[in-house]
């Protein structure tokens, strides 16, 4: 699969006509200000020099409501974005918005764009997370968004979070697993974190919310990665993006600068653990991820495991692909 390079616009909570509970925009992004045309040029060539490769660019706004924008302000980002796209510089315009601004109107503005993927805030499928979320929308909201979103066949990725207030570990899962069965072609999934400054910090430091260990979520995210990788959706981040200083901002909960890696471990440990086998050989490009972040994964490898240079893994002589190993796990939720 080809790399994608994202260009990453930040639009702190513009558009959005609530701020959500988890939600601190400008502790996450140490911005204060959205960008005018001057800083969206900086921000497109300092990443764009930083890139390998110039050939797969793409202009993704985040951290706002985008399509409750204004129309005159939704249009100035857009036309600023297809100009990158026309002039051969991006190939593609993505934002994230909430399920409920997502209207045939609102479409119809978008048409006249290339949008290559639109990330839906769905957070989770139960009506009573996204009520104590203080979400915008309801679960019905994030249904009718995507019917409309496949009916124009404008991709769209769904965006599910872990750890909320009035959420369990069953609820999570399934609206894993629901986000899995739907035609969204990525998923993001982080647990919650308590940033400075959001509605979560004041539930956290009244003794009215606790976030969840790390361990917690770091269990529900591979449960959720191992459906969506057999269901074949990409996942494009596990965990929360923060960089620099702001990571000062975070007051509590599951964050971990390597999350991604210790979900990863999580699996193969699920592998070891699970899969009937006598013999596995698991492709050295694997092997960091059964060994384990820290060496986590140790105490599960014995003689039956060997790391070779291969394409697939080989199970007791059939070859197989690491999703099709991924269905042979067994009795994890």
Same mark, same amino acid.
């Given at each position: 699969?080809?790399?994608?390079?994202?260009?990453?616009?930040?639009?702190?909570?513009?558009?959005?006509?609530?701020?959500?509970?988890?939600?601190?925009?400008?502790?996450?992004?140490?911005?204060?200000?959205?960008?005018?045309?001057?800083?969206?040029?900086?921000?497109?060539?300092?990443?764009?020099?930083?890139?390998?490769? %110039?050939?797969?660019?793409?202009?993704?706004?985040?951290?706002?409501?985008?399509?409750?924008?204004?129309?005159?302000?939704?249009?100035?980002?857009?036309?600023?974005?297809?100009?990158?796209?026309?002039?051969?510089?991006?190939?593609?315009?993505?934002?994230?918005?909430?399920?409920?601004?997502?209207?045939?109107?609102?479409?119809?503005?978008?048409?006249?764009?290339?949008?290559?993927?639109?990330?839906?805030?769905?957070?989770?499928?139960?009506?009573?997370?996204?009520?104590?979320?203080?979400?915008?929308?309801?679960?019905?909201?994030?249904?009718?968004?995507?019917?409309?979103?496949?009916?124009?066949?404008?991709?769209?990725?769904?965006?599910?979070?872990?750890?909320?207030?009035?959420?369990?570990?069953?609820?999570?899962?399934?609206?894993?697993?629901?986000?899995?069965?739907?035609?969204?072609?990525?998923?993001?999934?982080?647990?919650?974190?308590?940033?400075?400054?959001?509605?979560?910090?004041?539930?956290?430091?009244?003794?009215?919310?606790?976030?969840?260990?790390?361990?917690?979520?770091?269990?529900?995210?591979?449960?959720?990665?191992?459906?969506?990788?057999?269901?074949?959706?990409?996942?494009?981040?596990?965990?929360?993006?923060?960089?620099? %200083?702001?990571?000062?901002?975070?007051?509590?909960?599951?964050?971990?600068?390597?999350?991604?890696?210790?979900?990863?471990?999580?699996?193969?440990?699920?592998?070891?653990?699970?899969?009937?086998?006598?013999?596995?050989?698991?492709?050295?490009?694997?092997?960091?991820?059964?060994?384990?972040?820290?060496?986590?994964?140790?105490?599960?490898?014995?003689?039956?495991?060997?790391?070779?240079?291969?394409?697939?893994?080989?199970?007791?002589?059939?070859?197989?692909?690491?999703?099709?190993?991924?269905?042979?796990?067994?009795?994890?939720?």
């Amino acid at each position: 699969m080809k790399k994608e390079y994202i260009v990453p616009i930040f639009i702190p909570h513009a558009g959005c006509s609530r701020i959500c509970s988890f939600c601190n925009e400008f502790s996450a992004t140490g911005l204060s200000s959205p960008p005018d045309k001057d800083g969206l040029e900086r921000e497109f060539q300092k990443f764009v020099n930083w890139f390998q490769k %110039k050939d797969s660019v793409y202009i993704s706004f985040y951290g706002s409501t985008f399509t409750a924008l204004t129309e005159g302000k939704m249009r100035f980002y857009l036309d600023w974005a297809q100009s990158k796209v026309n002039s051969g510089q991006a190939l593609g315009i993505r934002f994230s918005t909430s399920p409920h601004e997502i209207t045939p109107e609102k479409l119809d503005i978008l048409s006249r764009y290339k949008i290559d993927l639109i990330e839906l805030g769905v957070q989770s499928f139960f009506d009573d997370v996204l009520l104590a979320a203080n979400r915008p929308h309801d679960a019905e909201d994030v249904y009718t968004a995507m019917a409309l979103l496949d009916q124009v066949k404008i991709p769209y990725g769904l965006h599910i979070m872990t750890g909320l207030k009035e959420s369990s570990f069953h609820k999570d899962i399934l609206s894993g697993f629901i986000a899995c069965c739907t035609n969204a072609v990525t998923l993001r999934v982080h647990p919650s974190v308590v940033l400075k400054g959001s509605m979560l910090e004041q539930q956290y430091r009244q003794g009215l919310y606790t976030p969840e260990t790390l361990e917690i979520a770091v269990e529900k995210c591979a449960i959720i990665s191992i459906y969506a990788q057999k269901m074949e959706k990409k996942i494009i981040r596990l965990g929360l993006c923060v960089y620099g %200083k702001e990571k000062e901002n975070i007051v509590a909960g599951p964050y971990h600068d390597s999350f991604g890696s210790i979900v990863k471990s999580r699996i193969a440990r699920f592998i070891l653990t699970t899969v009937d086998f006598s013999q596995l050989e698991v492709p050295m490009k694997y092997k960091p991820d059964f060994i384990g972040l820290s060496r986590s994964n140790l105490k599960y490898l014995d003689s039956r495991i060997s790391f070779k240079e291969r394409p697939d893994f080989l199970l007791d002589g059939k070859e197989l692909s690491y999703n099709e190993l991924l269905f042979r796990i067994k009795n994890i939720y």
